[in-house]
């Protein structure tokens, strides 16, 4: 244990790891001289990897080292001593001399045994370096720092290997996807990273896939631009995916997951929209279809359907693509749109990207020896499918870097299927031929169409405005639409119509309305269930689609896109598109009730029992994903960019209403007027503003027209009275009149206008008198806990009146008709906008 002999030792470890890199280094230059990269990366990698095991051995050499040093002294008694010699504390009667005491420690000693070493030595004696702590608490740094950027995934960004700038996009993924949890309500945010990480193995996989296919398509364009739109393609994949996930558990997690899932999907759509392809938005949009209706009950990825040796081979894959295989297609084939490659590598790429999402999904049951037979074809098809690739794609470190992740896969499942072929005993399973893979491949193909790209008239021009945006300037556009009506003065406009008492505002509308009749039928027959449902495989799906649309309501948002279409003059080659437009905006509609009456316990709508009532809040759910997925793909179909990104941006709105109104329950003290408005905004006015600008657009108008943004007003202007008067009549009409229980709202602790107007301490500009002092801290005490004592509806009911809160309610309405009707003078004048004007004056008049 001299210095001599520990150097010795460092020495040979050291010796040892030059060696083994030498040779490694020296095989990996002659298999570069062979143009083998595959093999020299596999030597790089074990270079890596012994030089690594080299310096754990020179830690273990120095640890066994310093611990026979530790037993040592520990063990062996001082060299002039015997054992028992007292040197201290002795009387001075028993105190021997120095030369006595010597004389007797030798003699002892001499008669001692030499001391015996274990091995290894006893834990205690052994010397801990400071250096192997600070060693273990970098390894426990670096795990979690790993962790905190790749979450449970394994960590592909980290691979050497791959490039540094697709490294780098992947690092910043996880940050942009952790951030749109942030964003929501601090309730939501844990429930949120309780139910679903954001990037756990396949999101993260989708984002990869989706960098890696920019770069390999990127290098073969000999294009230098950034890998950001791949990033945020991979990031929307990954939050539809993750959306989805949280609403087939949405029995276990309740309102929660409902709302989780509609705000990530919310901000997946808006994150397609942003990107300005209309074929990855329109493949997109048929991909939540397809997974909305698959995934429901009777279909081929229903709940537990999934294992090969439970329900064949055939049935297997087509639910392990559902699940999977489509998001990656879906990811694949979309990068190869961004990037306008050709046909033949926008199938290269979807072919590989379903055959690995597949194996992945396949590769999870890892007791089942079918599946992970089914995986490994997959596997090796996925790789075929880069072979389709011209040879420098295949050869750049994106491509190779796309192998490694199918390569992955392919060593997995034959570790496993080793493994569960030792295990077996009393039956023997069979895989599958290659000849019986080959069929289940081609059914698989001819299923599930790869989708069409670029149309002929397609407008991909990205617009900007209030309606096309979500940044400051549409935050301040919609506070000054909200405080035009809160605190603005009344505008000059033409005298409100006074309807005759023989017809009525409600007859009178609908004479208005023959203007528009050949349109409206048309738009009558988009909204067929039958046509709607006519994509489900599935029997709820369908059914409960034709239930919705039997009862075809009062159809007022299609007969408010028609009537700004020929307000604007729309050429007849351009109706056909409005009317599709209309149809997706009351389908759009349609869905959010679904969703909303989930999320308020609502048994009836229109006095018929609502969808979850009849089939249960999961297939309901479902339901309502398949119904947005269908207005995205009408949408996506009038090949109008500025159109997509105005209903992607509503939808994003109903996220955030949804998430608003969640988080503010019987809330009157930190809930003022103007979040009450921008709630309303966000759940109802907003479908009717970008429903109106998309009519302006459709019709011929420029997105930033003042016709088009004086549309955009009038219909926000139009969606806030209409949403105030909703709220009024829910104080003031019975459940035969409305269709709906009464006081449903106020029940629910979704605080409305005549609510907030009594709540107020200060007198408002829209009549009525404050409540004094004691009144109002009884309101708000009676609010604060819940409406749960007998009597507290009938006592917020008296306060209210008693603050007039309803026909304060009533005139912000009028002030907000008023408002857009102002915006009418923009538009030509003739009997559509006439039209337009008793559209308006219909809302503040409705009794139902």
């Given at each position: 244990?001299?210095?001599?002999?520990?150097?010795?030792?460092?020495?040979?470890?050291?010796?040892?790891?030059?060696?083994?890199?030498?040779?490694?280094?020296?095989?990996?230059?002659?298999?570069?001289?062979?143009?083998?990269?595959?093999?020299?990366?596999?030597?790089r990698r074990r270079s890596l990897l012994s030089s690594v095991i080299a310096a754990f051995a020179v830690g273990a050499a120095c640890l066994v080292c310093l611990g026979w040093r530790g037993a040592l002294l520990a063990t062996q008694p001082p060299a002039s001593l015997a054992p028992g010699t007292v040197i201290t504390g002795a009387s001075p009667h028993t105190r021997r001399a120095p030369e006595a005491a010597r004389e007797a420690a030798e003699t002892e000693t001499s008669k001692l045994k030499p001391p015996t070493l274990?091995?290894?030595?006893?834990?205690?004696?052994?010397?801990?370096?400071?250096?192997?702590?600070?060693?273990?608490?970098?390894?426990?740094?670096?795990?979690?720092?790993?962790?905190?950027?790749?979450?449970g995934a394994e960590a592909v960004a980290l691979d050497p290997a791959l490039p540094w700038s697709v490294r780098w996009e992947l690092i910043r993924s996880r940050k942009d996807l952790r951030s749109k949890g942030k964003q929501a309500p601090r309730a939501f945010q844990s429930t949120l990273k309780d139910t679903a990480d954001t990037l756990e193995e396949l999101p993260a996989l989708l984002v990869t896939v989706a960098v890696l296919a920019g770069d390999l398509l990127r290098q073969k364009q000999g294009s230098k631009s950034l890998l950001t739109p791949f990033r945020k393609l991979g990031e929307a994949q990954a939050l539809l995916f993750t959306a989805g996930k949280l609403h087939l558990g949405i029995g276990e997690g309740g309102n929660m997951r409902l709302l989780g899932g509609d705000y990530l999907f919310a901000e997946g759509q808006w994150t397609m929209a942003e990107l300005g392809s209309l074929p990855a938005i329109r493949r997109t949009a048929r991909m939540i279809r397809e997974v909305s209706d698959g995934t429901s009950e009777g279909g081929p990825a229903y709940e537990k359907q999934g294992k090969m040796g439970d329900c064949g081979p055939k049935a297997a894959l087509r639910a392990a693509f559902l699940r999977a295989g489509t998001y990656f297609a879906t990811v694949a084939s979309s990068a190869a749109w961004v990037s306008s490659a050709p046909v033949t590598t926008v199938a290269a790429l979807r072919r590989y990207g379903a055959d690995l999402g597949c194996a992945l999904q396949l590769a999870q049951y890892r007791d089942d020896v079918a599946s992970q037979d089914l995986a490994l074809w997959l596997a090796r098809s996925a790789l075929e499918a880069l072979q389709e690739l011209d040879k420098s794609m295949q050869e750049s470190p994106a491509g190779r870097g796309l192998r490694r992740l199918a390569y992955r896969v392919e060593r997995s499942c034959k570790a496993t299927l080793a493994k569960l072929m030792l295990q077996q005993t009393s039956s023997q399973e069979n895989?599958?031929?290659?000849?019986?893979?080959?069929?289940?491949?081609?059914?698989?193909?001819?299923?599930?169409?790869?989708?069409?790209?670029?149309?002929?008239?397609?407008?991909?021009?990205?617009?900007?405005?209030?309606?096309?945006?979500?940044?400051?300037?549409?935050?301040?556009?919609?506070?000054?639409?909200?405080?035009?009506?809160?605190?603005?003065?009344?505008?000059t406009s033409t005298l409100p119509i006074t309807w005759s008492a023989k017809a009525g505002s409600k007859a009178t509308l609908e004479g208005k309305l023959r203007f528009i009749g050949r349109?409206?039928?048309?738009?009558?027959?988009?909204?067929?269930?039958?046509?709607?449902?006519?994509?489900?495989?599935?029997?709820?799906?369908?059914?409960?689609?034709?239930?919705?649309?039997?009862?075809?309501?009062?159809?007022?948002?299609?007969?408010?896109?028609?009537?700004?279409?020929?307000?604007?003059?729309?050429?007849?080659?351009?109706?056909?598109?409005?009317?599709?437009?209309?149809?997706?905006?009351?389908?759009?509609?349609?869905?959010?009730?679904?969703?909303?009456?989930i999320l308020d316990g609502a048994d009836l709508r229109r006095g018929e029992p609502t969808a979850h009532v009849q089939i249960g809040e999961r297939p309901a759910t479902l339901v309502g994903d398949y119904l947005f997925a269908t207005a995205s793909v009408l949408v996506a179909e009038l090949g109008s960019m500025p159109v997509v990104l105005l209903i992607s941006k509503v939808v994003a709105d109903f996220g955030r209403g949804e998430l608003a109104q969640s988080a503010v329950r019987f809330e009157a003290v930190d809930y003022s007027l103007e979040d009450y408005l921008a709630k309303s905004f966000y759940k109802t006015a907003s479908l009717l503003a970008a429903a109106c600008q998309a009519?302006?657009?459709?019709?011929?108008?420029?997105?930033?027209?003042k016709e088009a943004n004086a549309c955009y007003r009038f219909g926000a202007y139009i969606g806030l009275a209409f949403q105030v008067v909703d709220d009024v009549l829910d104080f003031i009409s019975t459940e035969e009149e409305l269709g709906k229980p009464a006081l449903a709202d106020l029940k629910e602790g979704n605080l409305s206008a005549p609510v907030l107007f009594a709540a107020q301490e200060k007198p408002g500009m829209h009549g009525g008198e404050p409540l004094e002092s004691e009144h109002r801290r009884e309101l708000l005490e009676t609010l604060e806990r819940r409406l749960s004592e007998d009597g507290d509806l009938d006592k917020v009911m008296a306060l209210v009146e008693d603050a007039k809160g309803v026909e304060q309610a009533k005139n912000l309405a009028r002030r907000f008709a008023d408002l857009a009707i102002a915006e009418l003078t923009v538009l030509p004048e003739g009997e559509a906008r006439e039209g337009l004007h008793i559209f308006a004056e219909f809302v503040v008049a409705r009794t139902s």
């Open positions: 244990f001299s210095p001599s002999r520990r150097e010795a030792s460092w020495h040979l470890c050291a010796s040892a790891s030059s060696r083994i890199r030498r040779g490694l280094g020296l095989d990996r230059a002659q298999a570069h001289r062979q143009g083998d990269g595959e093999k020299a990366m596999h030597y274990d091995y290894p030595p006893p834990a205690a004696s052994v010397t801990w370096p400071r250096w192997l702590s600070l060693l273990a608490a970098t390894y426990a740094a670096v795990q979690g720092f790993r962790r905190k950027l790749f979450g895989g599958l031929s290659f000849d019986e893979f080959r069929e289940l491949r081609r059914e698989l193909d001819e299923e599930v169409l790869p989708g069409q790209g670029h149309k002929d008239g397609d407008d991909e021009t990205m617009a900007s405005g209030p309606g096309f945006q979500r940044d400051a300037v549409a935050e301040h556009e919609l506070e000054a639409l909200i405080g035009a009506g809160l605190r603005g003065s009344s505008p349109e409206l039928m048309e738009v009558n027959q988009l909204l067929d269930g039958a046509l709607l449902s006519q994509p489900a495989g599935t029997n709820i799906v369908r059914e409960t689609v034709i239930k919705l649309f039997a009862t075809s309501g009062k159809r007022l948002r299609p007969a408010l896109v028609l009537l700004v279409a020929r307000a604007l003059e729309a050429p007849k080659a351009s109706l056909s598109k409005v009317a599709s437009l209309a149809a997706s905006v009351e389908v759009l509609h349609c869905a959010s009730l679904v969703h909303d009456d009519a302006a657009v459709l019709s011929g108008s420029a997105p930033d027209s």
